[in-house]
C-alpha cells in the first residue's frame, strides 16, 4: 500500500453561506494583525489564529485566496502575527478596512515597529507579538493554511483581549481578585 494516506471526501453540506458565517461567529475568536515585511510591506486582520505545537512551537493561520496578503506571505517567506489587547479595535478595524491605502501608508496612522529577525511590522501595544518563518502551507477551500515556525516572540499580557463574537467586537474584561461576586 502507498505510504500517503487516502482521504475520502465525505457527503458534502449544502448550506446557505450566510447562515454558515453566523453559526461560525457564535465561536469567539481573538484578533491578530498578520503582517509582511519588505517592499512593499503589507498587513491585514484575522480571527484565523491558532497555536499549533510547543514542541516545535508552531502556529498556523488562515488567508482567503482573493486576499493581497495571500501572495505576498510566501514570497515574504516570513510574517510576524500580533495579537490585539482590547484597546485596539481601531487597529483591528484599520486594517480590515480594503479602502486604506496599500505599502508603507497604511502603518502611518499605527503605532509598529519592526520584528527584531523578520523586520515585520509589529503592533505596538499588542498583547502578543510572533514572528514566524513560513514553514508550510495547505490548501484549505476558499483560504491557504499557512503554519509558521516560531522564530521570536514577546508577551505583554496585563491588559485584556479584543475578540469577535457574533460578527462584532468585544473586550474581556479580567475580574480583579477583591471584586466581589454578587
Given at each position: ?138 490548501d484549505g477551500g476558499d483560504h491557504s493554511i499557512f503554519l509558521g515556525s516560531l522564530l521570536s ?30
Open positions: 500500500m502507498d505510504a500517503e494516506m487516502e482521504i475520502e471526501q465525505g457527503p458534502v453540506c449544502n448550506v446557505d453561506t450566510k447562515q454558515l458565517r453566523r453559526a461560525f461567529g457564535a465561536f469567539a475568536t481573538g484578533i491578530a494583525v498578520i503582517t509582511v515585511g519588505g517592499d512593499p510591506p503589507h498587513a491585514m486582520t484575522a480571527n484565523s489564529f491558532t497555536t499549533v505545537s510547543l514542541d516545535p512551537p508552531l502556529l498556523l493561520i488562515c488567508v482567503s485566496k482573493n486576499a493581497i496578503m495571500h501572495d505576498l506571505l510566501p514570497a515574504a517567506g516570513s510574517f510576524a502575527v500580533s495579537v490585539l489587547a482590547s484597546g485596539q479595535e481601531a487597529v483591528a478595524r484599520h486594517f480590515a478596512n480594503n479602502d486604506r491605502p496599500l505599502g508603507k501608508e497604511q502603518f502611518e496612522s499605527v503605532s509598529w515597529e519592526p520584528g527584531q529577525i523578520t523586520g515585520a511590522p509589529t503592533i505596538v501595544g499588542a498583547l502578543a507579538r510572533f514572528e514566524c518563518e513560513l514553514y508550510r502551507t495547505y516572540l514577546d508577551r505583554h499580557a496585563k491588559e485584556s483581549a479584543l475578540i469577535f463574537l457574533h460578527g462584532k467586537y468585544r473586550q474581556v474584561r479580567q475580574q480583579r481578585r477583591n471584586e466581589v461576586k454578587a
